[in-house]
């Protein structure tokens, strides 16, 4: 149904009057209203509460957790954490890590590491900037048996750092890595920020030429899944020699990370 024209005008001509009062001059401004009284005491244990993947975590591999309010918080609370402490409870099955990132907020995530199988509370006490701390609603961590390959020795083992920019993903320089025997090789790559939401990486035949790129020999495939690391590829048979390594990262832009790669070759 269309809105009456009239009604409209009627409508505009009362707002009118009220803002500038009957003798036409402009009305004395209402007086703001009271604060609210915002409760962020007792209620946060109950609107807090620990957000973990549903799968279980490969020993050897870690995961995201989530410290999230429920529907109805109050958004002045939210504002008023200063920090968030996480710990496990039980058998010790994982670790706890925070790496905050470029915002403080970073501290409501965490990365939980699986160590050995079994299963664990995770909780995470929140403390506000006026000193006060509250519990929120713990939830459980199970970890599974480890998903990684056979081993072999290991022939790399290096840490590079990497920026976030603003137009493309981020990478590192094609590197020079040098296989000493012939074998299976696997490389597995790790970072620290719970902020870098996808990872993948490449092994080229050869040091890095770029008129004549070498063949790839291996590709991690699709990007790492948000909240899980690390990501892992492997090749059955690389002969001894040299190679280029890549490694491309999904980070917000003006971030830094830290990217440990390792090759383990099994001869053969």
Same mark, same amino acid.
């Given at each position: 149904m269309r809105a009456d024209?009239?009604?409209?005008?009627?409508?505009v001509a009362v707002v009118g009057l009220a803002s500038y009062g009957c003798g036409g001059s402009p009305a004395a401004p209402d007086p703001p209203p009271a604060a609210a009284s915002v409760d962020c005491g007792p209620s946060l244990s109950v609107e807090w509460h620990v957000e973990l993947p549903g799968?279980?975590?490969?020993?050897g591999e870690s995961r995201v957790a989530t410290l999230l309010p429920g529907i109805a918080f109050p958004l002045a609370c939210a504002e008023r954490v200063a920090v968030v402490d996480w710990s496990l409870e039980g058998p010790a099955v994982a670790r706890v890590t925070v790496v905050p990132g470029a915002d403080s907020s970073v501290t409501s995530r965490a990365w939980l590491t699986g160590l050995t199988p079994g299963s664990a509370l995770v909780h995470a006490r929140v403390v506000l900037r006026d000193g006060? %701390?509250?519990?929120?609603?713990p939830a459980t961590v199970r970890v599974g048996a480890s998903q990684a390959g056979q081993g072999g020795r290991l022939v790399v083992d290096e840490v590079i750092e990497i920026r976030g920019i603003a137009t493309t993903i981020s990478s590192t320089p094609q590197m020079p890595l040098v296989l000493p025997v012939s074998g299976r090789v696997?490389?597995?790559?790790?970072?620290?920020s719970v902020e870098t939401t996808?990872?993948?990486?490449?092994?080229l035949e050869g040091f890095w030429d770029q008129s004549k790129p070498g063949k790839v020999v291996i590709d991690s495939g699709p990007w790492a899944l948000a909240g899980a690391k690390p990501q892992r590829a492997s090749a059955e048979y690389l002969a001894a020699g040299?190679?280029?390594f890549q490694i491309l %990262?999904?980070?917000?832009?003006g971030t830094i990370d830290r990217m440990r790669y390792q090759v383990r070759v099994s001869p053969r």
């Open positions: 024209p009239l009604a409209l005008v009627v409508s799968e279980e975590i490969p020993t006060s %701390a509250h519990e929120a609603r696997e490389v597995v790559v790790d970072w620290d996808g990872v993948r990486f490449t092994l040299n190679y280029s %990262a999904d980070m917000k832009p």
